[in-house]
Nanobody, 123 residues
Framework: VQLQASGGGLVQAGGSLRLSCAASGGTFSTYNMGWFRQAPGKERAFVAALTWTGGSTAYADSVKGRFAISRDNAKNTVYLQMNSLKPEDTAVYYC?????????????????WGQGTQVTVSS
């Protein structure tokens, strides 16, 4: 499966962005999906995850209550709605798919990755 992330940009603190990740070449509706982010000089970190049914979600503590992950299987797309953005949310955001039925916060459970989209939050 190929993943294409988009929607990043520059936003002021307190603002919102919605990231999209379009999938092609696979059976999107059967994949668990995740979003991760990587800030300069830091490891890639878990942000949010969503099961293939959309019935279960998980979030990093740092984004709970501010970010929301969702999916539209008819459009083969997963979204990350980001509200109340903070400068510490600045990072490259990556979407990922688990085609093997693994779900959760570990990056090692995901076997397909998008190219990343830059999110910059100014103070």
């Amino acid at each position: 499966v190929q993943l294409q992330a988009s929607g990043g940009g520059l936003v002021q603190a307190g603002g919102s962005l919605r990231l999209s990740c379009a999938a092609s070449g696979g059976t999107f509706s059967t994949y668990n999906m995740g979003w991760f982010r990587q800030a300069p000089g830091k490891e890639r970190a878990f942000v949010a995850a969503l099961t293939w049914t959309g019935g279960s979600t998980a979030y990093a503590d740092s984004v709970k209550g501010r970010f929301a992950i969702s999916r539209d299987n008819a459009k083969n797309t997963v979204y990350l709605q980001m509200n109340s953005l903070k400068p510490e949310d600045t990072a490259v955001y990556y979407c990922a798919a688990s085609t093997r039925g693994v779900s959760g916060s570990s990056r090692w459970g995901y076997d397909s990755w998008g190219q990343g989209t830059q999110v910059t939050v100014s103070s």
